[in-house]
């Protein structure tokens, strides 16, 4: 079992930054990817972010690209977010997700991801 803590939402103006990070625990934490997505009110959820255990394979939708980057530290088992000039559309609650994987996998469809975390919400004011 692999468990997964967001913390670092809130509410933010736009222009604004954010700094999301995702812990990962359990006895089942070995080699994985990452992904970051979101879901706003009355929308589907969606792609944000995805980041390879080696970290040297990294995704984004084309909505944040320039202005969010993913990040790891293995040896905290955890994985950031930041998020840079946010804007009003930006709000959602984020989601990371764990997917076990090879070193260099690293994948946008959330359907094959393991694990979920509980959410943090992210508001961005106009």
């Known amino acids: 079992q692999v468990q997964l803590v967001e913390s670092g939402g809130g509410l933010v103006q736009a222009g604004g930054s954010l700094r999301l990070s995702c812990a990962a625990s359990g006895r089942g934490v070995g080699i994985y990817a990452m992904g970051w997505f979101r879901q706003a009110p009355r929308k589907e959820r969606e792609f944000v972010s995805a980041?390879?255990?080696?970290?040297?394979?990294?995704d984004y939708a084309d909505s944040v690209k320039g202005r969010f980057t993913i990040s790891r530290v293995n040896a905290k088992n955890t994985v950031y977010l930041q998020m840079n000039n946010l804007k009003p559309e930006d709000t959602a609650v984020y989601y990371c997700?764990?997917?076990?994987?090879?070193?260099?996998?690293?994948?946008?469809?959330?359907?094959?991801?393991?694990?979920w975390g509980q959410g943090t919400q992210v508001t961005v004011s106009s």
């Open positions: 980041i390879s255990w080696s970290g040297g394979n990294t």
């Open positions: 997700a764990y997917r076990a994987s090879t070193r260099w996998y690293v994948d946008r469809d959330s359907a094959t991801y393991d694990y």
